[in-house]
């Protein structure tokens, strides 16, 4: 589910002498501490909840000093939540907190305008860096999720800078691909509540759209499939 596993960022201009770390990931003390060898870290942010992203957060917190804050505060240590349109300043960059309800409730993106000619999106797990996300339903909903997209689309090509797996170019390019998909599995599944009956429950709608999925992931499809019945159905 994680890909190659959870990506950790460094960000900072190179004469600042201090660095901003985007989601610590897991605890894995030599992970942090070659983190916390690249610079002083002046600040610590969390792009949401999953604890491939938050579970070395409060340890780092301790190694370093630095401030943790994340959209949800059972996730901040020693700093204060994070608000939609807040911009940071820390580390000699700009960063512009962005709300991505979705992937989950507490998921948020941060804009790096001055990263590159078309900026920078670090995007969590809302957008990956290959294949497409999962929403953890019943926290994470299908409608807040397409919003979503449609508001990552207005940052045009933007790098993606992915929670998992490599960086892409341009967003706009990515969340159309992305939005596409998500019509097309709505597709399949009002397909299959035509042949089904409209109360179809979510295991068997699982059977008739996700019919060759790997069991390993059979739970994320039905989670899936869960969120897109509670779209459909209003």
């Known amino acids: 589910m994680s890909l190659d596993g959870t990506n950790s960022y460094l960000l900072g201009s190179p004469d600042s002498g201090s660095t901003v770390v985007v989601d610590p990931g897991p605890l894995d003390e030599q992970h942090l501490g ?18 491939d992203h938050t579970a070395a957060a409060a340890r780092f917190h301790e190694l370093t000093g630095a401030p943790v804050r994340a959209a949800d505060a059972r996730h901040c240590h020693g700093g204060q939540p994070l608000t939609d349109g807040e911009i940071i300043l820390a580390a000699g960059v700009e960063l512009r907190v962005i709300a991505a309800p979705g992937h989950t ?8 305008p001055g990263d590159g000619r078309h900026g ?63 019509h097309e599995r709505l597709a399949q599944i009002r397909a299959a509540l035509a042949e089904l009956g409209s109360g179809a429950g979510v295991r068997e709608v699982t059977d008739a759209v996700y019919s060759e999925v790997d069991p390993a992931v059979r739970t994320a499809a039905e989670n899936s499939v869960a969120a897109q019945l509670e779209f459909l159905r209003g």
């Open 34 to 51: 070659e983190l916390a060898g690249a610079g002083r870290v002046e600040l610590i942010l969390i792009t949401h909840r999953h604890v």
């Open 120 to 182: 920078s999106v670090l995007t969590g797990d809302t957008i990956l860096g290959r294949g497409t996300t999962v929403l953890d339903f019943p926290d994470g909903k299908l409608g807040d999720y397409l919003a979503t997209l449609d508001r990552l689309e207005g940052f045009g090509p933007a790098t993606v800078l992915p929670g998992h797996g490599p960086v892409l170019p341009a967003l706009d390019t990515v969340v159309r691909a992305y939005r596409d998909h998500r």
């Open 105 to 112: 409730s507490d998921s948020l993106c941060f804009h790096l």
